[in-house]
């Protein structure tokens, strides 16, 4: 499950309409996503928010991953639900607002998922240093994620060393195989340190922050359809910041609410007695 | 005029921290321009304490005790920086995946241009001059974690020569490629030598591949400076080890180009010598030079 969630943030390398966008487009798009998304309390707005950005997942062909990932999460969102259905109070429809909540946690799940699918590493490396971060900050990012393969390879080596030594890794209960873990850590630990070492000795000797300020053989530009959008996002900002000041009603449809019979609570009190009458029978 | 070498050590020491042994004694030496070096020793003899001292990298990264001076072009190293002497001495590591860091192999000898604040169009010219001078065109776009290990060491040279440095440092960069890539790496290293007149120190284990091209050989046992000078002459001291010689398949290889080329041996020996396959050790050789072995 966990490896499920880990490859649904997994940078995917496709030239999708989303992927041509420029990362700092999509960083306001999601910061303006998740703005609304907790700006919206209620369930017919988190929907229609729901359904605004699914098409986007569609873009960004990553629809099978996205299903994937969303079924393996499905538990928790019911979980969400139903705990906010049953232990909300002060809440005239505690069912809606779970409902609701199950919603904001998929479009926040689906906008962040957006990002990391379409954003690779270099590209987000760069965007810090267009965000006026420094340097190193973005150099290690990429290269972090850059030594990904070449540290799994390694581990595998390890592992694979240490059984055929007889190490057994999966026997036992949960802290005995932690306990097995001892003699794979310390090599992979090792291992890493002297890489990074090496690595810096690498760098250092090839002039790494020689100068105070340092030039780039590529950098990000943003195209006619960032500014397009970026003027949209920008637009869609001002109206939740005005939206946040004014406190404007929103219009009654959107106010809509679960009826009493279909709460949760109520649902559950009628399957209650339902059953205590099979059983009196 | 006075001369200056392009590199002197003069009384190079250092100690690790945590070590009772020295890992450099007393070094002297002096190299001139255009030389080619090898520093040739067992493990743990120095080599790469020694050739890290040329950048800086001792005693900057490393704690311990130093003592010595270095110089490179007649100047003191002791005040800069590792960084700073990128533009004079290029260095090459042993590992071909633990030095390289970019997205691409383009990106990677873009690197220390970009660390110099080079603008753009100069960094892009001097990359295309780099990838068409070390025949990289095929995979400058790829990854480096995804080319061989000699692409892999093809792309770290590229880089070091970025800056256009008039010394490159090699540290036994050729141990984990296979014998064909370091052929390959060796020959390149040698071009960049000879027609571009740089200075090259190479660290070794074996002479084999390198024997040909080197106009210097330094010799080093547990951090002292046992021998140093023109390749006949360090093979010639008592001093070095026996073990330490190329290898007779290197001596059979030779010899069998002056056989080609020259027929200095009679026809009934060349034959022999053509026809059988490599010798494994000298008595076999000698057997059938003599013809005491008529066919295997």
Avoid at chain 1, 163 to 169: E, F, S
Avoid at chain 1, 228 to 241: C, E, P, R, V, Y
Avoid at chain 2, 201 to 207: A, Q
């Amino acid at each position: 499950m966990s490896t499920r969630i880990l490859e649904y943030f997994n940078y995917e390398q496709d030239k999708s309409l989303i992927h041509r966008f420029d990362p700092r487009t999509k960083m306001l798009f999601v910061i303006v996503l998740t703005c609304y998304t907790i700006l919206f309390r209620d369930l017919v707005p988190l929907m229609l928010l729901f359904a605004g950005v699914t098409p986007l997942v569609l873009l960004a062909k990553f629809f099978k991953k996205w299903l994937r990932a969303m079924i393996t999460v499905l538990p928790l969102v019911l979980l969400i639900i139903i705990l906010n259905a049953l232990l909300l109070k002060n809440v005239p429809s505690p069912t809606t607002a779970g409902l609701a909540m199950g919603f904001r946690f998929l479009i926040l799940a689906e906008v962040f998922g957006i990002f990391f699918q379409t954003v690779s590493p270099d590209e987000l490396s760069q965007m810090f240093i267009k965000f006026r971060f420094p340097y190193s900050l973005a150099w290690a990012i990429s290269t972090a994620y850059r030594f990904i393969p070449t540290l799994t390879k390694e581990t595998a080596i390890i592992v694979a060393a240490q059984k055929a030594r007889g190490l057994q890794i999966d026997r036992g209960n949960i802290f005995k195989r932690l306990k097995n873990m001892i003699p794979l850590l310390i090599p992979i630990f090792a291992s890493a340190f002297r890489r990074s070492w090496q690595l810096a000795e690498a760098i250092e000797s090839r002039g790494w922050n020689a100068m105070k300020k340092r030039t780039f053989l590529y950098s990000l530009r943003l195209k006619w359809w960032d500014y397009l959008t970026l003027l949209l996002l920008f637009g869609l900002f001002a109206l939740f910041l005005l939206q946040v000041i004014k406190q404007y009603p929103l219009p009654s449809w959107m106010l809509w609410q679960l009826p009493e019979k279909y709460e949760l609570k109520s649902l559950a009190i009628a399957f209650w007695s339902w059953l205590k009458n099979l059983f009196q029978k | 005029m006075t001369y200056t070498p392009v590199i002197e050590l003069k009384n190079v020491t250092f100690k690790y921290k945590n070590c009772d042994k020295f890992a450099l004694e007393n070094v002297n030496f002096q190299v001139a321009q255009g030389d080619f070096v090898l520093l040739v020793g067992y493990s743990g003899s120095g080599k790469s304490t020694l050739l890290k001292t040329l950048n800086g990298l001792i005693p900057h990264f490393y704690s311990g005790l130093f003592g010595g001076d270095v110089k490179l072009f007649g100047e003191s190293i002791a005040e800069k920086k590792t960084a700073q002497l990128a533009k004079t001495i290029g260095f090459v590591f042993q590992n071909p995946e633990n030095q390289l860091s970019a997205l691409t192999v383009e990106r990677e000898i873009a690197f220390p241009l970009e660390n110099f604040a080079i603008p753009r169009q100069e960094i892009r010219r001097r990359v295309n001059e780099i990838i068409a001078l070390l025949d990289l065109e095929k995979i400058q776009d790829k990854s480096p974690f995804a080319i061989s290990g000699g692409e892999q060491q093809l792309t770290a040279i590229g880089s070091a020569l970025a800056l256009d440095p008039p010394i490159l440092v090699f540290d036994e960069t050729t141990s984990h490629l296979s014998p064909q890539s370091a052929t390959k790496i060796i020959k390149k290293i040698a071009e960049l030598n000879r027609e571009q007149g740089k200075t090259v120190i190479l660290s070794e284990h074996r002479l084999d591949r390198n024997l040909q091209y080197v106009t210097k050989i330094a010799y080093i046992e547990s951090g002292q400076l046992k021998a140093f000078g023109p390749p006949r002459e360090v093979l010639h001291n008592k001093n070095y080890p026996l073990e330490l010689y190329p290898r007779i398949t290197s001596l059979y290889e030779q010899l069998k180009k002056v056989t080609d080329n020259f027929a200095i041996l009679p026809e009934k020996h060349r034959k022999q010598l053509l026809a059988v396959p490599e010798p494994l050790t000298i008595d076999d050789f000698l057997l059938f030079i003599k013809g005491g072995r008529e066919s295997v």
